[in-house]
């Protein structure tokens, strides 16, 4: 193979790799936010007493028609009013099989930061979003973080998920 065919052929690796990997944090604003609800949200996992998460369980994934992301699943995200910042992130092992997305304007990122919102601490703000995949399942590490504190959540985007 010819220096100039390699170099060819990491200039195209390389694209695919950053292509793939999801953009640098954003800050999702309290205005994105679809609406209020009580905190705790009823059926949603409390991480860190700030933000409810979906069951580990997510059925229904839809095909997009995307590459490389070409699978979808909605869940929705509550976090308590009057809190810190909320970091969301997908483990780095996993940036180029999984993304996220909560908030209007995201994009598909790898890790977001939702504002810290103000409201009484039985309010929950909801922010739609997601989940995307490359395969049709998969079992994807979030890490949320408020502070100091941190915590890795699992979910089964498609498939349960051996805890």
């Known amino acids: 193979m010819s220096v100039r065919v390699a170099l060819a052929v990491l200039v195209v690796l390389a ?9 640098s944090a954003r800050t999702v ?4 936010m679809i609406g209020t609800v009580r905190f705790p949200y009823a059926g949603y996992r409390t991480v ?25 699943r909605k ?4 976090v308590r009013a009057g809190r810190a910042p909320v970091t969301v992130s997908v483990a780095p092992a996993w940036r180029d099989r999984a993304a996220i997305t909560w908030g209007n304007n995201t ?6 930061r939702i504002a810290g ?15 995307y995949i490359r395969s049709r399942s ?7 973080r408020v502070g100091r504190r ?5 979910f089964g985007v498609g498939r349960r998920c051996v805890s």
């Open 15 to 23: 694209a695919g790799t950053a292509s793939t990997r999801a953009s």
């Open 29 to 32: 604003p309290c205005g994105e």
């Open 48 to 72: 860190l007493g700030t933000v409810s998460v979906p069951r580990p369980y997510l059925a229904r994934v839809v095909a997009t028609r995307d590459r490389p992301w070409a699978y979808w």
């Open 75 to 78: 869940a929705g995200l509550v």
């Open 107 to 112: 994009g598909v990122v790898a890790s977001l």
């Open 117 to 131: 919102c103000p409201g009484a601490r039985t309010v929950g703000l909801a922010y739609a979003g997601g989940f």
């Open 138 to 144: 998969a079992c994807v590490p979030l890490t949320f």
């Open 150 to 154: 941190s915590a890795t959540v699992r």
